[in-house]
């Protein structure tokens, strides 16, 4: 029997959230460039998002570049992630059409070149009425950063402090008041949040696994969803 045989579709994950880690060890380990391993990263992205959507869940919301990476990888590398997420962008739109997904980006976008600020309008303009799964992509990331930009709004809009509660927090974040993730999974071995959706995840199931991100296939993805189903989530009962 399959993995995905075994998944109860009644208590698939709603929003399931993805911290992509491992893509220069795969590289490295294939004596190949740290750029294809981003590439095959990419291409884990997709069929991990045909699975999920397969199987129901809602929000893939999935971590490709982060503030810090922003801030300590080179020139060079940055460079060689914008040319990839200007290809996935523009070059996926019509498959990311055709599998009923809309986009959504977290993260400051503004520091990237315009054309692919442009692209990334224009594709989640194309998608914004597709509902069969809602992908989030957080490019130039952190959640600290989110939750300073969240403050700030609150701060131009609210005057009143006795309005501030965990609902208008959260409808400030860049997920919009969106359900927490309900599962997130960590691949490449370390055991670590790295900045990652810190006031989404207060209740979320944590993943690890070694497995880097351009091995991870759709088998993996409903082994973590298989133990996820088996965890108790108590919310402090
Ligand atoms: C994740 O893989 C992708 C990004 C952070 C951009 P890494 O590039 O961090 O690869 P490892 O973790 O060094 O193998
Ligand atoms: C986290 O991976 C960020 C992304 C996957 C985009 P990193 O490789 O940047 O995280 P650290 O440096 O191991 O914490
Ligand atoms: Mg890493």
């Known amino acids: 029997m399959s993995e995905t045989t075994k998944i ?79 290809y996935f962008i523009i070059k996926k739109r019509k498959d990311l059409f055709q599998r009923g997904a809309r986009l959504g980006i977290l993260g400051n976008v503004k520091i990237f070149p315009d054309d692919l600020q442009q692209a990334i309008d224009k594709t989640v303009r194309l998608l914004k009425k597709n509902e ?9 990331y952190g959640a600290r950063p989110e939750i300073v930009d969240a403050m700030k709004r609150i701060m131009n809009t609210c005057k009143d402090p006795s309005e501030i509660n965990e609902e208008l927090i959260s409808k400030n974040l860049y997920t919009h008041g969106e359900h927490d993730p309900d599962l997130i999974i960590r691949t490449g071995g370390e055991h670590r949040l790295s900045n990652f959706l810190l006031w989404q995840a207060s209740y979320s199931e944590l993943y690890f696994t070694n497995v880097l991100w351009p091995d991870f296939r759709q088998d993996d993805l409903d082994r973590a969803i298989l133990e996820f189903q088996k965890r108790a989530r108590r919310y402090g009962q």
């Open 8 to 86: 109860d579709k009644t208590m698939v994950p709603e929003h399931i959230a993805i911290i992509m880690d491992g893509n220069r060890r795969w590289a490295r380990e294939h004596k190949m460039h740290r750029r294809d391993g981003h590439r095959e990263g990419a291409k884990s992205l997709e069929s991990v998002m045909e699975r999920a959507g397969d199987l129901g869940v809602k929000i893939l919301t999935v971590y490709a570049f982060s503030s810090e990476n922003r801030l300590k990888r080179t020139k060079k590398e940055i460079r060689e992630l914008v040319a990839l997420m200007k």
């Open 132 to 140: 069969r799964i809602k992908l989030n992509i957080a490019l130039n």
